[in-house]
């Protein structure tokens, strides 16, 4: 079992920056993969960037590529998520999702059995 929190969120300008949050608790092994999530209302959540919180790799989405940054802290408590030169389509629910499986072969929110609650982002043009 997995515990995650999200904090961070809020509303900026475009080309503005956010950190977001994910604080982990439970078992280190079924978060061996920490994703964000993001989620528009009455849409699927699509991943936005992926962290192997074992060997530090990460994934990013094409739509966020060199914009974004997934990070942990050395205790693995904690994934940050930078995001910087912020676009209105970036606007949603970002949430924190936690996997036992390897990143690599993840990109369903379904293959992601442990979630946080969510926080906004809304960034106006």
């Known amino acids: 079992q997995a515990q995650l929190v999200e904090s961070g969120g809020g509303s900026v300008q475009t080309g503005g920056s956010l950190t977001l949050s994910c604080a982990a608790s439970?078992?280190?092994?079924?978060?061996?993969?920490i994703a964000w999530f993001r989620q528009v209302s009455g849409e699927e959540r699509d991943w936005v960037a992926k962290?192997?919180?074992?060997?530090?790799?990460?994934t990013y989405a094409d739509s966020v590529k060199d914009r974004v940054a997934i990070s942990q802290d050395n205790e693995r408590k904690t994934v940050t998520l930078q995001m910087n030169a912020l676009k209105p389509e970036d606007t949603g629910m970002y949430y924190c999702?936690?996997?036992?499986?390897?990143?690599?072969?993840?990109?369903?929110?379904?293959?992601?059995?442990?979630w946080g609650q969510g926080t906004q982002v809304t960034v106006s043009s």
């Open positions: 999702a936690a996997s036992g499986s390897n990143c690599y072969s993840l990109i369903s929110a379904d293959a992601f059995p442990f």
């Open positions: 439970g078992d280190t092994y079924s978060r061996r993969c």
């Open positions: 962290l192997n919180t074992f060997n530090g790799d990460t």
